[in-house]
């Protein structure tokens, strides 16, 4: 069966920083149209980063779409013609000040394919150690760096500080590789 | 460190049938204050369904954001004041034509916490079998029904067919149920 909708118009609703929001009107299958709201988003990467303790190096941050804090692995959104994998090694040194021999690929996915196209790009990053060359922050971003062990991860999900799909496949891949 | 943003003014930016937009005004902890481009969602579930033969279901259907079809667990919207299991268990039997004695909850998780409010309710569904009472279906939604083994599953993953982050965290607590 031939699924695909055939783009009739767009219609551009917002630009922002972060996202475009579009309207789409959409020809179906069986030849009828539907409109489709669409969040235009650059892409992000999100870095596994373990120290030499074995824990794992979180970010504590606000959300202001959840109104509260929460711990998530180093992320960033990718600049526009930036390599992911350079994006990753320049989020790890501006967020964590760690840095790594190289940034192993694991795997990429759409965080919420149902209405926006964010692409975030998941690495490894393979031998962890403190930046030599710091790169410049952000001064009107608020983060505190934590390490957590395996068993203190557990308690900050039953918590629900930990509680996003991205620092959740991050812990998922690093149980396995335990 | 008190990290918590207040939120000075909320713009209403579209109401859609998905998604609504807001941006806020927001004051730091430093006293500045910033903008938030913050997307409205009702949360969604996502089921991964196991069939006797050890084969996890997923539909193929067409992605407006991606301009491509996928393979994704079968999920979909909360109704409003819906139990998240409730849901779960109506997905399934639209989506699929299965059923199953129980809902076992699994986690739950934002997807995209730094520009959207998207909650996913992650449940196991217990002893899948046929549907005995067929839930009607949406004229308008083109589904198929796909079933895949394991190795199955990393064929469409290398091929970027499953690509999405609740299906990817669904095949990652099915390996490790193996």
Same mark, same amino acid.
């Given at each position: 069966?031939?699924?695909?909708?055939?783009?009739?118009?767009? !219609?551009? =609703?917002f630009d922002g920083v972060v996202v475009d929001l579009?309207?789409? &009107?959409? $020809?179906?299958p069986n030849g009828k149209t539907a409109k489709? !709201?669409? =969040?235009?988003?650059?892409?992000?990467?999100?870095?596994?980063?373990? &120290?030499? $303790?074995n824990k794992m190096v979180f970010i504590r941050q606000w959300r202001a779409p959840l109104g509260q804090e929460t711990l998530?692995?180093?992320a960033g959104k990718i600049e526009p013609n930036e390599d992911p994998s350079i994006t990753a090694m320049r989020e790890l040194n501006e967020e964590t000040?760690?840095?790594?021999?190289?940034?192993?690929?694991l795997n990429s996915f759409y965080t919420s394919?149902?209405?926006?196209?964010?692409?975030?790009?998941?690495?490894?990053?393979?031998?962890l150690k403190?930046?030599?060359?710091?790169?410049?922050?952000?001064?009107?971003e608020f983060l505190e760096l934590v390490e957590l062990s395996l068993p203190e991860v557990e308690v900050?999900?039953?918590?629900?500080?930990?509680?996003?799909?991205?620092?959740?496949?991050?812990?998922l891949y690093w149980k396995m590789m335990q």
């Open positions: 069966m031939n699924l695909e909708e055939k783009v009739k118009k767009v !219609e551009h =609703i579009d309207v789409e &009107t959409v $020809e179906l489709r !709201e669409i =969040i235009r988003h650059q892409g992000a990467v999100a870095v596994i980063a373990i &120290t030499s $303790e998530e692995v180093p000040r760690f840095e790594a021999d190289k940034m192993e690929f394919p149902g209405f926006a196209d964010e692409k975030m790009y998941l690495y490894h990053a393979i031998n403190p930046v030599t060359n710091k790169l410049p922050q952000d001064e009107d900050e999900i039953s918590k629900g500080t930990i509680c996003d799909s991205k620092t959740l496949i991050s812990i």
